[in-house]
């Protein structure tokens, strides 16, 4: 695939975010050279990190106006930078979703989590640990979602955050995915095969390479994802030297998808819903929660 540039010749690269956005520069980290971001936000509602929060920066009239706002600087690609916006409605929620952004006159698109679901599918994995920021049913919602895709989920630990989830130290993070390790098995590796790290507006960039020599386990974040599928879909590649995902998909570029946004589902998990529940941990905020 050859890559897309505009007349200016920049690749042109656009996202729908939620207006509590504020990682605008851990998303340049991921940006090859030939890339520029632009960013726009969903309409502010007063309402904390909750399904209610996540169904309305989903909303799809929302959506659409965004895309058009953005339409004027020529993206090659629209995608929307939100997990929980794009899993709180399922599968078939996010198929709709990437479907509003085109229909909107996205010329490209791609969902914080149909971009995992590829970067699943990208590494083989089978089974993974979740970590969020969140609370207890937008993380199980996210199972859910998982599962739904055929991904078994042998653990989940959330922080309960409810909003100011950018200001969480990295360190706090890092913590959060050895501890859901933990709960995994002895040792984490031998019983996962990548480890999900939720939320766009979550650092991750610089605990990516360290975590994933430390555990022996593929670490996959939200705006890592999100990056990634993005500029493969114009014929580039994401920046993240060491990161797992982006060493594995070396080679990859020319087979990548230009308009769909979910990868074909990995095979159905056998473990019951309930697991989940069962390994579902709330850890207390730390003290970067400004709450």
């Not at 007349?7 to 656009?14: N, S």
């Not at 929307?80 to 198929?95: K, L, M, N």
């Not at 909003?163 to 933990?182: D, N, Y």
């Not at 594995?248 to 056998?270: N, Q």
């Amino acid at each position: 695939m050859e890559t897309a540039t505009r007349a200016d010749g920049a690749a042109g690269v656009g996202f729908v975010v939620p207006y509590d956005f504020a990682l605008d520069r851990e998303m340049w980290r991921w940006a090859p050279p030939e890339v520029t971001l632009h960013l726009t936000r969903t309409p502010f509602t007063p309402v904390p990190v909750t399904l209610e929060q996540a169904r309305a920066v989903a909303d799809h009239a929302d959506v659409a106006a965004c895309v058009r706002n953005l339409l004027a600087v020529d993206p090659l690609l629209v995608g929307y930078a939100c997990t929980s916006g794009s899993f709180v409605a399922g599968v078939a929620g996010e198929r709709a979703l990437a479907a509003a952004l085109l229909a909107a006159g996205a010329p490209r698109t791609v969902t914080t989590s149909g971009a995992l679901l590829e970067a699943i599918a990208l590494l083989g994995a089978r089974r993974v640990a979740v970590c969020t920021p969140y609370d207890r049913p937008v993380t199980r919602a996210l199972g859910d979602f998982l599962r739904e895709a055929g991904v078994e989920v042998v653990a989940s630990a959330h922080l309960g955050l409810a909003g100011h989830i950018w200001a969480l130290p990295l360190e706090a993070t890092r913590a959060l995915v050895r501890s859901t390790l933990a709960a995994a098995g002895r040792d984490g590796a031998d019983a996962v095969d990548a480890v999900v790290v939720s939320c766009t507006n979550l650092l991750t960039y610089d605990a990516i390479v360290d975590l994933e020599a430390e555990t022996g386990v593929a670490v996959l974040t939200a705006n890592q994802v999100t990056m990634w599928a993005a500029v493969r879909r114009i014929g580039l590649r994401a920046v993240g030297p060491g990161q797992r995902l982006l060493e594995a998909d070396a080679g990859e570029v020319a087979s990548a998808p230009t308009t769909t946004s979910v990868a074909a589902p990995v095979a159905a998990s056998k473990e019951p819903c309930e697991r989940l529940e069962g390994t579902d941990r709330a850890h207390p905020p730390t003290t970067g929660d400004q709450r």
